[in-house]
């Protein structure tokens, strides 16, 4: 799912939305992709030249790890920022970017 940019999210945050994508938590290196591939459609790069790249500034095993439904007390979402946008990850399997503060 993409969603057109300026539209409003319904996670309490009150900045432009630039992308929105999803991904299935139940698959292996799925994070790291979706997360990849919205931020590359914000910057209007290709995912794969990214500078510098996501799988070198995070420690996404653990990221997926934390999120899982299995664990006992899961995170909902994790924020972080990256060249100028904020990052919001869902437990649910959403990926929104933002422009950063």
Do not use: C, K, N
């Amino acid at each position: 799912m993409a969603t057109d940019p300026g539209t409003t999210a319904t996670d309490g945050v009150d900045r432009e939305l630039l992308h929105e994508s999803v991904y299935d938590p139940g698959e292996a290196d799925s994070l790291l992709t979706a997360v990849t591939e919205a931020i590359g459609a914000a910057l209007g790069e290709h995912p794969t030249e990214l500078s510098p790249p996501l799988a070198t500034v995070a420690a996404w095993d653990s990221l997926e790890r934390l999120m899982a439904e299995d664990v006992s007390a899961p995170i909902e979402q994790v924020g972080f920022t990256y060249r100028g946008l904020a990052v919001v990850v869902h437990r649910g399997g959403e990926v929104r970017v933002y422009e950063e503060d």
